[in-house]
Nanobody
Framework: QVQLEESGGGLVQAGGSLRLSCAAS????????MGWFRQAPGKEHEFVAA????????EYADSVKGRFTISRDNAKNTVDLQMNSLKPEDTAVYYC?????????????????WGQGTQVTVSS
């Protein structure tokens, strides 16, 4: 079992940056593919970024490509999301998630474990 806890959210002006971090418990963290999703009020979970268990493969939503970077440190059991050039439409609760099986990383259905989320608010 994997427990996930996000941190690093907050309030930032448009054009600014934030770095989210997800700390995972459990010795099997390195076996899991990791993803970041977000959910704005009244909307469904939206895929943001994903990284394979080894870190060798990444995938991004078109809306964040070139602005966000996902990375992981298997020695520290962490996965980070560096967010630059933030826009008001990036405002949402951001969740990290862990998936044991390979598949469509953009689908929330693939993921077995979820964190509680961290709020990101971007003001215009």
């Amino acid at each position: 079992q994997v427990q996930l806890e996000e941190s690093g959210g907050g309030l930032v002006q448009a054009g600014g940056s934030l770095r989210l971090s997800c700390a995972a418990s459990g010795r099997t963290f390195r076996s899991y593919h990791m993803g970041w999703f977000r959910q704005a009020p009244g909307k469904e979970h939206e895929f943001v970024a994903a990284i394979s268990w080894s870190g060798g493969s990444t995938e991004y939503a078109d809306s964040v490509k070139g602005r966000f970077t996902i990375s992981r440190d298997n020695a520290k059991n962490t996965v980070d999301l560096q967010m630059n050039s933030l826009k008001p439409e990036d405002t949402a609760v951001y969740y990290c998630a862990a998936a044991y099986n390979s598949g469509t990383y953009r689908s929330p259905m693939l993921y077995d474990y979820w964190g509680q989320g961290t709020q990101v608010t971007v003001s215009s």
